[in-house]
């Protein structure tokens, strides 16, 4: 399984900015993306740390976690 944190640098650095869990879950759905079951989606109602795991074309598991609250400045 390979873990993307969009709040973090390659370094896990907390960014500035960046594309909430939520977002990006929003997107991955809307272009026909496989999750692999609904209790890894992210809640859509809540604000905060969230995750989901989706399959990549190859078969490979991704997990995106989100392990802080949002920053003042992220992508909605």
Do not use: H
């Not at 992210?42 to 392990?67: H, L």
């Amino acid at each position: 399984m390979r873990p993307f944190n969009p709040g973090w640098s390659q370094n896990a650095e907390a960014l500035d900015s960046f594309t909430d869990v939520r977002n990006l879950q929003r997107e991955l759905k809307a272009q026909g993306a496989e999750f692999v079951s609904e209790a890894d989606e992210a809640d859509e109602a809540t604000t905060g740390p969230g995750s989901f795991v989706v399959v990549d074309p190859d078969g490979t598991r991704c997990s995106w976690i989100s392990t802080s609250d949002l920053p003042a400045a992220y992508s909605n």
